[in-house]
């Protein structure tokens, strides 16, 4: 059991960095931007809020990639390797255009939610922006899946860390105006983000085009890079039930965003204080996730039950683990962790209560993550994608709602219907994946999931 957890967590590792890298991205973004007012941090919130359901299910269009490729290369099969990268490439690239064009053109919608006035004004040219960078983001994840796949995850995690100090930079020079650049304050902070995504996948592309690493999956491109109606249906037997399952949990908390900014921009700028620090710690997660899920699909692919089982059982005792360590940190911290963003004290105060929140639900958030990754490693998703539904949308949002407006508890009533939604969740999947480990396993000839 240690050494299955070593092994996930030498192919988590290079993820997680990766992950917090593009994580790092947004809190930087969202201090450099808080620093000019809270007005700026809210406006930021808001179109990260109304963004994110459309972009995780384009994520979890990519993730299609990394699991298809991952089962071929547990068959060793670099034929049906470079020909799912192809295919989900392809795939991937219109999922980007669609949502890309959705978000560009339906950035009026902000004046329709209820929101404080100012905070749309200075909303919507960050939201076309940042609705255009949508593309070169999803290809670069498109490429960074396909890397994870053969685990070679160490390629993605180099330019995700080259970003950073890039986009820091030209934060600095367009946000505030310096060295003789345009002040351009939160707009230009959406320049800054579509400029580094547009490096990030320029550079992954030529080492993935270039590099003898991968060269002998485009050695065979003339046979194998061609499109064909039974290589997009797997690839989206596996992306839109992921998509679904990652866009109702973001959509969750992106609804429950949206539905506190109508109490004021005070409580949306302290909701997305404790959701930046909340997601960060939940990259960890997503990364052990990954590699769980890409270890479980190899080990399917060679019908290795008894390794999928073990595998699922250190993964998910990796992540309990994790989630104690960032619930003792949110409390220990939450007094401190606040002021990184704003100074307002009111603003302060609140984000330091919802951290408490923030820390109850690690657990719970920690474990899901994985519960879902394991089971999409195995190929199930149709029922998982129902259970995640009924845990957001049937018990999560609604006993926030209740809780918030008819009991009056206001911005921590609608965290505590996330903790209900993600508790549920975990208790969902986890009993899932055990009992069809132990399901399969107990059959000589295994089964086709």
């Known amino acids: ?266 409580s949306q700028a302290a909701h997305q204080i404790a959701l930046s620090c909340a997601s960060f710690t939940f990259m960890v997660s997503m990364g052990l996730a990954q590699a769980g899920s890409i270890r479980v699909s190899n080990a399917l692919g060679r019908s290795d039950w008894q390794k999928i089982i073990v595998i699922g059982k250190s993964t998910l005792i990796t992540a309990l683990i994790y989630g104690i360590l960032c619930a003792t940190m949110f409390v220990a911290l939450r007094q401190v962790l606040p002021f990184a963003f704003n100074k307002e004290p009111q603003v302060v105060s609140l984000a330091a209560l919802l951290l408490l929140f923030a820390a109850i639900f690690q657990i719970s958030d920690s474990t899901q993550a994985i519960g879902a990754g394991l089971l999409r490693g195995i190929k199930d998703v149709k029922t998982p994608t129902f259970l995640i539904g009924i845990a957001y949308w049937v018990i999560g949002i609604p006993v926030g709602y209740l809780l918030a407006f008819h009991f009056g508890m206001g911005a921590p009533g609608m965290w505590l219907g996330l903790i209900a939604g993600l508790t549920v969740a975990s208790g969902f999947l986890i009993t899932r994946f055990l009992k069809m480990g132990k399901r399969n396993a107990a059959v000589p000839s295994p089964s086709r999931i």
């Open 1 to 266: 059991m240690k050494n299955e957890a070593s092994q996930t967590l030498r192919l988590a590792f290079p993820i997680i960095i990766g992950e917090l890298a593009q994580m790092a991205l947004h809190l930087i973004d969202s201090a450099m931007v808080g620093a000019i007012s809270y007005k700026h941090l809210a406006a930021a919130a808001l179109v990260i809020n109304a963004m994110n359901i459309p972009f995780v299910i384009g994520i979890g269009m990519t993730i299609s990639v990394s699991q298809m490729v991952s089962l071929a290369n547990g068959k060793q099969d670099a034929q049906q390797v470079s020909h799912y990268l192809f295919n989900g490439f392809v795939l991937c690239t219109l999922t980007a255009l669609a949502i890309s064009f959705t978000l560009v053109f339906g950035k009026d919608l902000l004046y329709h939610l209820g929101q404080d006035p100012e905070v749309v004004t200075l909303a919507i040219p960050f939201m076309q922006l940042m609705g255009i960078s949508i593309i070169p983001m999803l290809l670069f994840m498109t490429l960074k899946q396909f890397a994870d796949g053969l685990e070679s995850t160490r390629t993605a995690m180099i330019f995700s860390l080259a970003g950073m100090p890039l986009n820091i930079l030209l934060n600095w020079l367009l946000i505030y105006g310096n060295w003789g650049f345009p002040r351009l304050e939160l707009l230009g902070a959406g320049w800054a983000t579509l400029i580094t995504r547009t490096c990030m996948f320029l550079a992954l592309a030529y080492v993935v085009l270039s590099h003898k690493t991968f060269a002998k999956y485009i050695a065979v491109r003339r046979k194998q890079w061609k499109l064909k109606s039974h290589t997009m249906g797997e690839l989206l037997h596996i992306g839109v039930p992921s998509s679904l399952q990652i866009g109702m949990e973001a959509g969750a908390f992106a609804v429950s965003g949206i539905i506190i900014g109508t109490l004021g921009a005070v």
